[in-house]
């Protein structure tokens, strides 16, 4: 990593209030070049709090840009920091709206020149593109990061229409204890606690919201850009990374936007900005990337920008299973369309006598985090327990050449079901003469939703179907000499929540089922494709004190033989305790829980707590909150629980539980 000092522009900061229509300010800090010139803006908005969670990271990329050229500006979403008003459900209309005011704001400032980019990972780079979607005329361009197009499939809440239990639960219990944080004093002064208390009285649990919509509905149409990419006009580069769970976005993008307009990046990372070092790498130096894409459609520089690939993406070369790599083998390549004509799908059939597949319901628990952030436990460890729980389909690879692929597999399989409901889980492995087995990618199915996911049809009891879905995309070569493994699963927990009556599983039939592969001939262009090494402005100097406590286990596996019950514990490590440069001490401790029973789909049982603390001594001020969540299902829906607590020094000065049944439509 470089640490940049010497920029082209000195840069000052500020923070602001940015007035909304309806009278509610939002807080900003503006990052400017020193210029008495007009310059572009570039917005970050996200509800994580710009004064304590992200700061440390603002202050790796928004000085860098400053001194490049550009008002850097950071807004903490409605309801959430700073920033006046209520939390509201993730990407709602008035979210929504409320971004194109701050575009639009930022546009009139005598300081910009009216033009106007957007930039964000997840949260930030999933709004990114549902502002673009919006087309508010100052915004020009934007970068989107590990984000998504469509927030159905392809988000923390449902994959192939089934629940996604290790995320549905995780997120929403995250998001409880975010939206509980209080306002700052130092930075909202006295009326920080009336403040916080109005805030309190408008938290809901995203679940509930989130599991009374089992199927694609209209709710989960809104903010889905793949309802209508013909709304985007800014130009978009998408970013994502093979190990995070958005890439396919990127993918669809490239394929969707006018070519004139849309470049993708696609590299061997985990949910994080490609320039942060973290595993997997390679990193690469992504700040000027994005320099360069804002100058050509902020700025009208001629830089060449437009003239890379459509798509650049990693393909990793064959790999040992672990759960952290610093740096994967591997090469990049590009497309200059997509999809590309060098990728050809390639069948593979399948062969042998019908098979039963009744997975045991603690099948998955090696499946990795939903969400890798680069930490020690986050990638899927050696999948041969898993590949023993499964229907195993295997092609050699030759002895002379490899087999590259670039793009999304996709299965056939035949299917009898003796129980109306069901769901299949299928994982393209890379196997080792040795006998390991690498998890390249995977998918997922809910088999009522085989028809579409807008609709819960339940299968014809006792009758074969043929039934086609796509595995995730990758980038990935299979060496000479291994072997291709297509792994089938009639569970996989905690990822997929199960349904009453799944642990029957299903009969797979080898002779109407293949996997199709998207085989890359390999070309001599694929050289040349580089990246500077990355950079980044000075570090804020956050410290992270010492502490003598053994720390917990990132992933935890407890087997209870006798009663056949298995427990994964996460520790999910956004952070822990550190202490900010202004004084401000803030801890964090999260520990996430899921439980099953071998034979019961029943037993399903996932539980979240989050502690939180934020203290100045020299304000005296120390505010906590304290958060439990809990959800199980029986055959007829999912109950809920959740519970806020929140003190000011020992005084609770809010409490209050949630209990709610949901009926199981669907998912």
Known sequence: MIIRTDFPYGTTH????????????????????????????????????????????????????AGHGYASVRVDVRGHGCSGGRPGDEYDARELADGVAVVEWLAAQPWCTGSVGMFGISWGGFNSLQIAALAPEPLKAIVTVCSTDDRYDNDVHYMGGSVLAVDMHAWAATMLAFASRPPDPEFVGDDWRARWLDRLEAVEPLVHTWLSHQTRDAYWRHGSVCEDYAAIRAAVLAVGGWHDPYRDTVLRLAEHLPAARVRGLIGPWSHQYPDRGLPPGPAIGFLQETLRWWDHWLKGADNGVMDEPLLRTWISDSHPPATVYDELPGRWVGEKSWPSASVIPVPYVFQGAPVDVASPQHTGLDAGRFFPFGNEADLPPDQREEDAKSACFEFPVGREEPVEILGRPSVTLRLR????????VARLCDVAPDGSSTLVTRGALNLSARRGRDRALPWPVGSYEDVTFELN??????????RIRLAVSSAYWPWIWPRAGSEAGWTLDPAGSALTLPVRAGSAADGGIVFEAPEQAEPLGVVFPATLDEPRPERLVVRDVARGTWRLEVDPRYGGTRVFPDGLEYSEDAEEVYEIQDADALSARTSSRWRIRLHRPELGWDARVETRS??????????????????????????????????????
């Open 417 to 424: 079901l003796d129980v109306p409901y069901g769901q299949v």
């Open 14 to 65: 500020e923070d602001v209030r940015i007035p909304l229509p309806d009278g509610v300010e939002l807080y900003a800090r503006i990052w400017r070049p020193v210029t008495d010139e007009p310059v572009p803006a570039l917005l970050e908005y996200l509800p994580y709090r710009l004064t304590d969670w992200t700061a440390p990271r603002d202050a790796q990329r928004h000085p860098w840009y």
């Open 630 to 667: 809990e959800i199980v299902c029986d055959e007829g829906g999912f109950l809920t629980s959740n519970e806020v607590v929140c003190r000011e020094g020992d005084e609770v000065v809010f409490h209050r539980t949630w209990e709610r049944r949901l009926p199981r439509a669907a998912g």
């Open 473 to 482: 995309g990758i980038g990935h070569a299979f060496a000479p000499g291994h």
